[in-house]
């Protein structure tokens, strides 16, 4: 009798544990919630929007801008803001590593938090502050709503090295951008869904350059124009990743079935068995594109979360509190 008592009481002990652990309260996932400023800045996320419209307006190509600066956090160190921090003597920031350099945004990042600052000083994190931006920009650009879960903690690290092998560069293959998606738990087709990003936005010829000699996979009409783009302005050249780059659509996806990918790590999606039925499943069906953006935007922003002293709330998003 006493042994089903002592069995029964572990058992129960190991259900708890396991319901604290899938609501995220015990191990290493630190709790985040939809209404975690619900009683220290209720108007947050409304702040937030409110600056990323009026940016949005004055200049549409910044909804991209703020979808990467998002990406770039969240992959190096995990989503923590460390994008944000400058360089400072004796140390160069991720945000002056070559991947980095050619980031947009800050300045409407800097905006937002000083108006959170002015209503709720020390309150609402800038990695919070990033994860909004980013899903406003996106639904600005009319793209998909996600509720973004907050409570993350900003990085006090910020070294231009954490981002050499972060950040995936322009030439990856399927298999080599699989193999970095995988590490951080992404599937297959959380990882085509996120490429679908590139339906907003430009890259310059620095990083595409090298797709000009693809011409079994590249469309001869785009290759000319690309071309011409970089002889004319070499590296700085810029091209949009889609036709409607200020558009969050399918475009980038029909694009790819056209062998118009911008990027090698574009075209690849569409060239490889291991995701082209993926490609031809977003290229066709925008709703279901849009449900696995949002799947993969939810993983996405809580990639390794700092919990307690490991992190702050930074008062300037540029600088670490302590410094
Ligand atoms: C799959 C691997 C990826 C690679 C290899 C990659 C690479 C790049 C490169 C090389 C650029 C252009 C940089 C320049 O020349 O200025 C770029 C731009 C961009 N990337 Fe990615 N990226 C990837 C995934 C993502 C993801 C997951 C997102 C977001 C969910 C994203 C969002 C963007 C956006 C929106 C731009 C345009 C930024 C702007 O116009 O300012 N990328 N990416």
Redesign the pocket.
């Known amino acids: 009798m006493a042994k089903t008592t002592m069995s029964a009481a572990k058992n129960l002990v190991r259900l708890l544990v396991l319901v604290q652990v899938s609501l995220g309260l015990l191990g290493g996932v630190a709790a985040l919630s939809f209404d975690y400023y619900g009683m220290t800045c209720p108007f947050a996320e409304m702040m937030v929007r409110s600056v990323v419209y009026d940016a949005l307006m004055k200049d549409p ?1 910044l909804a ?2 703020l ?2 600066l998002h ?1 770039h956090d969240c992959f190096v160190q995990g989503c923590d803001a460390s994008v944000l921090i400058d360089s400072a003597d004796g140390n160069t920031a991720e945000k002056d590593a070559q991947a980095n350099l ?3 945004g800050f300045e409407v990042i800097d905006r937002i938090k000083e108006l959170l600052e002015s209503q709720c000083p020390g309150v609402v994190s800038c990695a919070d502050v990033l994860a909004l931006a980013a899903r406003d920009a996106v639904l600005l650009a009319r793209g998909p709503y996600y509720g973004v879960p907050l409570g993350r903690r900003d990085g006090t690290r910020s070294v231009d090295s954490d981002t050499f092998t972060a950040l ?3 030439f ?1 293959n399927v298999t080599m ?1 699989m193999k970095l ?1 995988g590490s951080h738990g992404f599937t297959v087709q959380d ?1 085509v869904a ?2 679908g ?2 339906t ?5 010829c ?2 595409f350059k090298g797709r000009l000699a693809e011409t079994d996979t590249l469309d001869a009409a785009l290759g000319s124009s690309l071309g011409a783009t970089c002889t004319a302005n070499g590296d700085a050249g810029v091209a949009t ?1 889609d036709r409607t780059s200020t558009s969050f659509d399918t475009v980038y996806f029909r694009e790819l079935q056209m062998r118009r990918g911008l ?1 090698s ?1 574009d075209q690849t999606l569409f060239e490889s068995p291991e995701t082209r039925g993926i490609v031809n499943m977003f290229a066709m069906n925008q709703a279901y594109f849009f449900y696995a953006f949002q799947q993969g ?1 939810l993983k ?1 922003g809580q990639l390794d979360l700092k919990e307690g002293d490991d992190g702050e709330i930074r008062h300037t998003c540029r600088v670490i509190n302590s410094s």
């Open positions: 190509t991209g801008s979808l990467r990406f050619t980031l947009r995936p560069p322009a990856f951008l998606f990882m996120l490429s990003g590139h907003l936005g430009v890259a310059h620095a990083n990743f990027l790590s935007m996405m």
